[in-house]
């Protein structure tokens, strides 16, 4: 079974700043089946990213995913208020761990 | 627009049942396969369970096999769990998704409910 580790457990930044998630797969997987998800407290998860690197419907372009083989990439290039929440990679019925973005 | 309305959850003493269901709008409800994900407090997600179009398939996570059944009324745009047995690590906020399958694997939850929480203490 594959196992998602995402990394940092919690990133600490500053409105504007640079975000970079990571997700690391213990296997090669196919980037077709590697997603990320966004969950507010209090909310459902929300789709973000698919096939690695596609955007859903409605998700501003300062989200963007990367990434082959076993390292997948999730950056938001300037953090806005609303970004602050926890990130969840997924492929297939395996979620990684998550990484909690905080407000330095 | 979709929505995912999950109802039933509540507080159950260990070894007891429950019943979630999720009433699905806005899609054609039987062309997508669903899940059950659910959430223990403060803690990541789980993929629980899922079923095929038209309920001729079902898959869950090895914790609750024997113990949890998942199935759909399409003529009802519902799905349902169904829990027996449950236990204190059972506790958790219990999501329906719409899953999308590329091929015969899951995709991606295109859409989630916003949960129910299932609470099992004495």
């Known amino acids: 079974e594959i196992v998602l580790t995402q990394s940092p457990g919690t990133l600490s930044l500053s409105p504007g700043e640079r975000a970079t998630l990571s997700c690391r797969a213990s296997q090669s997987i196919s980037s077709n089946y590697l997603v990320w998800y966004q969950q507010k407290p209090g909310q459902a998860p929300r789709l973000l990213i698919y096939?690695?690197?596609s955007r859903a419907t409605g998700i501003p372009d300062r989200f963007s995913g990367s990434g082959s083989g076993t390292d997948f990439t999730l950056t938001i290039s300037r953090l806005e208020p609303e970004d602050f929440a926890v990130y969840y990679c997924?492929?297939?019925?395996?979620f990684g761990q998550g990484t909690k973005v905080e407000i330095k | 627009e979709v929505q995912l309305v999950e109802s039933g959850g509540g507080l159950v003493q260990p070894g007891g049942s429950l019943r979630l269901s999720c009433v699905a709008s806005?899609?054609?409800?039987?062309?997508?396969?669903m899940s059950w994900v659910r959430q223990a407090p403060g803690k990541g997600l789980e993929w629980v369970a899922n079923i095929k179009e038209d309920g001729s398939e079902e898959y869950y996570v090895d914790p609750v096999k024997g113990r949890f059944t998942v199935y759909r009324d399409n003529a009802k745009d519902s799905l349902y769990l169904q829990m027996h047995s449950l236990r204190a690590d059972d506790t958790a906020v219990y999501y329906c998704?719409?899953?999308?399958?590329?091929?015969?694997?899951?995709?991606?939850?295109?859409?989630w409910g916003q949960g129910t929480l299932v609470t099992v203490s004495s």
């Open positions: 096939g690695a690197s």
């Open positions: 997924q492929h297939y019925k395996t």
């Open positions: 998704a719409r899953e999308m399958m590329r091929g015969d694997y899951s995709e991606y939850f295109q859409d």
């Open positions: 806005g899609f054609t409800f039987s062309n997508h396969w």
